[in-house]
């Protein structure tokens, strides 16, 4: 696996670590799930 290091506002780290909590999952878990289905979305949409 590759490491990437990103650089997020305060308020999105905030807004993502509430969601990590509530899931019961670390917060690089849910960023890379968020990254993976926009990823998704994006190439359906190029596909189309």
């Given at each position: 696996m590759t490491q990437v290091t990103l650089?997020?506002?305060p308020a999105l780290v905030?807004?993502?670590t509430n969601v990590a909590i509530?899931?019961?999952i670390p917060l690089e878990q849910v960023?890379?799930?968020a990254l993976f289905k926009?990823?998704?979305e994006l190439s359906l949409e190029?596909?189309?």
């Open positions: 650089f997020l506002e905030r807004f993502y509530t899931a019961g960023l890379t799930d926009l990823a998704g190029a596909l189309q």
